[in-house]
């Protein structure tokens, strides 16, 4: 039986059906940049200037993100950010550079310091609605997926994304693969592995050297690409501007996609095609696999 919340069933990686990726690649690799705005005075606390916070990512907005996007586009990496919605009008050279980049793009919030844990479900769903509709104005894409971060979860999100016609949520960090994740409407929905361990924010934000980071990324890609031999698998790169972008970093992240992209059988790819790749051609198998489990327990 599936564990609380019953979102998801529980799989030993060891027996799964196998995932084949395009191309028979091993791993499918997709960056995600949190493309990100935290307000001077946030909403919740509006007469206490938040200056670490703002300055911090303001500071990614102005410098790293290019120093970012140079390396990303030397690599012809397309990336999937996860978008805080105000972004787009706050800066009008980051969408532009974005968009002639064709990068997809994941709800992250409409700024970094606005939760909506106490959104009633008429509320999040109009910011659902607004969401998709201010995301294709301003860059010609349809919303499909999210990650949570700073705009936090009510326990109706999943239902309310897939409603609206979204169809992943990288949030959940449980896994290597996707994997189904149940919804109240019965749609196809599904997780994109995310991560929190290649992930910019938890070394470069605690002052860890971008060396060591480096070795953790190659160390991560080895093991899945070895694993993935066996059975596809999936490996994310979360990078926030304001960490990579700084200059003692960028040049750990060029090497960095140097050593995954010099591999064979890698799909350098993004969290939107993952999924609709799954959900095309590994999603009924899976969920078939799962119920004809469920009965045998």
Known sequence: MALAPGRFDYAPITE??????????????????????????????????????????????RIG???MLDVLNK??????????????????????????????YMAHGLYNSRPIYDYTEEQ?????QDFIMHLKEMTGKRLKGRLGG?????????????????????SWIIDDQPWPINVRGGQKFIYVPYTGQTNDAGILAWNR??????????????????EGAE???????????????RPNAAKHLDEALRYILGHDGVWNTTADDIAEYYIANYYDQVSSW????KSQA
């Not at 949190?34 to 909403?43: K, S, T």
């Not at 999040?124 to 659902?128: G, P, S, T």
């Not at 936090?152 to 169809?167: I, K, S």
Request: glycine residues 4%.
């Open 75 to 104: 690599h012809k990496v397309r990336a999937c950010c996860c978008l805080n919605l105000e972004l787009l009008d706050h800066f009008p050279e980051i969408k532009d550079a974005m968009i002639a980049a064709d990068w997809d």
């Open 231 to 245: 059975n596809g698998r999936v490996m994310c790169l979360s990078l926030h501007p304001h960490n990579i972008g």
């Open 209 to 226: 050297e971008a060396d060591y980071f480096l070795q953790m990324i190659k160390d991560q890609f080895d093991t899945l690409y070895r």
């Open 65 to 67: 993100f290019w120093r």
């Open 150 to 170: 700073g705009a936090g979860y009510t326990v109706r999100t999943d239902d309310l994304m897939a409603e609206a016609g979204c169809f992943y949520h990288t």
């Open 124 to 128: 999040e769903r109009a910011y659902w």
């Open 290 to 293: 799962i119920a004809e489990h």
């Open 16 to 61: 799964r059906p196998i995932i084949r990726w395009p191309g028979n690649a091993r791993v499918a690799f997709w960056v995600a940049p949190n493309m990100e705005f935290f307000e001077y005075l946030p909403e919740n606390r509006p007469t206490q200037p938040d200056i670490p916070h703002y300055s911090r990512m303001d500071y990614g907005n």
